[in-house]
């Protein structure tokens, strides 16, 4: 399969790190020296269906489709307002789109998770182009008193279409029970038979576990499907990773041995928008010209769970309209 279009959507409202410092104890310095974000954007008047509809339409656009052309509709979401309907079912009759579609949560490697099942369904001819919209709102999981996890995160939503041609060229994604380091829990409604407690409790995130098990998992990631294609860093152009931490991105690269200008990075402005993290990335380097027809561009995630994904492709350049350029 091939991307044929991107699309991506931000919130307006930008939070500084040093907004932050005035409600939590921390600094910029602080947060910048641990993560590498200065901003990020949050959902104050929009919603994340919303933004999920505006990246979902600049990607169908740029694509040259109509909605009606889209045969599948995958939607990338850890959580979000509704349990049922699902955000793809409820994203659907705005975009135009008449299609299957389903909820994914992998965590935030869910954009390479939906990837892969595409591609699965590319294989058996069930589509011929498919949407993928990854649309995450993690700043809906976190206490809002502690800084901990309150930093790290921000708002937004990304999409491909996919077509079935010829551009990905292997995929490796993985899962294992690591779920007392990275979880967000959401009680459920009781009942007179419930003889378990349950609590909603904000995100939980044990920081040093959950760096070490991210370099570890990514490394063995790109290092295999690296060599099952015959295949070294040298061979790939950029690597587009998980926007989580600037420090997990630099571990990954300094195992790789390969220089700092292949790590392309936007977490900087935008904080850990989870799955949606590479998408969006994907569409500001391709809108700014800066993904060249024909590079290999290796893809990497890690969430919690704990799942990784990674994928190897071939670009090809995607014409969008002047205005949006400019």
């Known amino acids: 399969m091939r991307i044929i279009g991107t699309g991506s959507a ?9 907004m932050l410092a005035g409600f939590l104890d921390t600094s910029d310095s602080w947060i910048t020296s641990r993560t ?3 901003t990020r954007h949050l959902l104050s008047k929009e919603t994340l269906g919303e933004l999920a509809i505006t990246a979902a339409q600049a990607a169908i656009e740029s694509s040259g489709l109509e909605p009606s052309d889209i045969d599948y509709l995958i939607c990338s979401n850890v959580a979000n307002s509704y349990v049922s309907p ?7 009759a705005p975009l135009g789109c008449s299609c299957p579609c389903f909820d ?9 998770y ?24 993690p700043s809906r999981f976190c206490n809002w008193h502690e800084r ?18 010829e551009g990905f060229l292997d995929f490796r ?10 979880y967000y829990k959401r009680s459920l409604e009781t009942t007179p038979y419930d003889r378990v407690e349950e609590k909603t409790m904000p995100l939980v995130m044990q920081g040093r576990e959950v760096f070490k098990l991210a370099v570890r998992a ?20 950029l690597f587009l990773l998980h926007q989580a931490n600037l420090r997990i991105i630099d571990s990954i690269r300094e195992h790789l041995d390969q220089p700092k200008e292949k790590f392309p990075t936007n977490l900087q402005k935008y904080g850990n928008t989870s799955s949606a993290s590479i998408p969006i990335l994907m569409d500001e380097l391709s809108r700014a010209g800066e993904l060249k027809d024909g590079s290999t561009l290796m893809l990497s995630a890690f969430g919690g769970g704990f799942v990784t994904g990674a994928a190897i492709t071939k670009w090809t350049k995607i014409e969008y309209k002047q205005e949006e350029n400019q």
């Open 10 to 18: 931000l919130p307006e409202k930008v939070v500084t790190n040093d």
């Open 218 to 237: 990514c490394i063995k990631d790109v290092d295999m499907i690296l060599e099952k294609n015959n295949m070294t860093g040298s061979d790939i152009d």
């Open 148 to 165: 901990e996890t309150s930093v790290l995160f921000g708002d937004g939503a990304g999409a491909v279409v996919l077509s079935d041609e």
């Open 36 to 38: 590498g974000i200065y």
């Open 173 to 182: 994604v993985t899962a294992d029970t690591h779920t007392d380091v990275l």
């Open 86 to 92: 699902s955000l793809g079912s409820i994203i659907l």
């Open 104 to 112: 994914l949560n992998g965590a935030c490697a869910g954009f390479l």
């Open 114 to 137: 939906s990837l892969d099942i595409a591609d699965a369904f590319f294989k058996t001819k069930r589509a011929k182009h498919i949407l993928i919209v990854a649309a995450e709102e």
